[in-house]
């Protein structure tokens, strides 16, 4: 018997990186989380020691930083795709990268020059993978809190001895969404697509009467997929944040849906992925 490496990769992960724009008055500023990790022939590494082919983590953060002001931050998916070609390229041994980036927005306070406030939990994100055989750019976002308080329904269900789920024709429906999709070329606008996306997401939940959380998110992703041609494939997760009419009865009060227990859990987890049927194959895009 024999025992060997398996697959490996390593980086350092969550370097947080403010980048402000201070050339005018008018501050910009970038609030990002950067993870990198390097793949390639590390096996020596790991079997005898030897760490001749090993690009510290260390070195990888100082490249984040670096390269933020060497090159600048535009969209996540370029600052990703930057900074995974230079360690492909720079570095002997490896011969894959890949750099997950979450974006945290700050809005101006009452539009002031140097003053912002973060919005919410809403993340933007982004993982670009470049390897051999090719380049994969997965963005999304996560934390998206939304919630509507009628236009959801749930019935019809199937039912066996366990089941006591009343059917219900209105009810509040709520989730913290995960999108993440699947871009099927590199030569996008990132940030047209992302807010195009967004947006559609969120007037489809608003929109559309819901059968079930399934039903909604299959949806966004049709008309993710039918509106942007430069997406091949869209996954969400999607955890039903339940909200239960209190009984009020024992107190001699009515309640038509207007009072609720927002429950923490335990909740549904609704996971979809919606595709085209001639979707260019993913290789290593949703490698962990
Ligand atoms: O939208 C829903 N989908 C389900 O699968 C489910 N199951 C459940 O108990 N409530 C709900 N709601």
């Known amino acids: 018997m024999a025992i060997v490496l398996g697959p490996n990769q390593y980086g350092k992960a969550e370097t947080r990186l403010v980048r402000v724009y201070r050339d005018t008055p008018r501050h910009q500023i970038r609030d990002l989380n950067v993870s990198t990790a390097l793949r390639g022939d590390f096996e020596a590494a790991h079997t005898t020691g030897d760490q001749a082919a090993v690009l510290p983590t260390d070195s990888q953060k100082n490249t984040v930083f670096s390269l933020a002001k060497e090159r600048g931050v535009g969209a996540i998916e370029a600052f990703g795709l930057d900074l995974a070609r230079h360690f492909v390229a720079e570095t002997p041994a490896v011969s894959g990268a890949r750099v997950e980036i979450d974006e945290y927005t700050w809005d101006r306070i009452h539009g002031h020059d140097h003053s912002f406030v973060r919005r919410g939990q809403e993340t933007r994100t982004t993982v670009v993978t470049v390897d051999k055989a090719g380049i994969w750019v997965v963005s999304g976002l996560k934390d998206l809190i939304v919630a509507k308080t009628t236009g959801s329904e ?135």
């Open 154 to 288: 749930f019935h019809g269900f199937y039912k066996d001895r366990y089941t006591t789920l009343p059917e219900t024709t209105d009810r509040v429906l709520a989730t913290s969404l995960i999108a993440r999709w699947r871009y099927a070329r590199t030569d996008v606008d990132w940030n047209n697509s992302y807010v195009g996306i967004r947006a559609l997401l969120l007037a489809t939940f608003s929109d559309v009467h819901s059968l079930a959380l399934q039903h909604t998110l299959y949806a966004m992703g049709e008309i993710v997929l039918q509106k942007h041609s430069e997406v091949a494939e869209i996954r969400f997760s999607a955890p039903n944040k339940h909200h239960f009419l209190v009984d009020l009865s024992p107190f001699g009060v009515d309640n038509p849906g207007e009072v609720f227990h927002a429950a923490d859990r335990p909740y549904g987890l609704i996971e979809a992925t919606v595709l085209r049927d001639d979707a260019p194959n993913p290789g290593t895009a949703w490698l962990p």
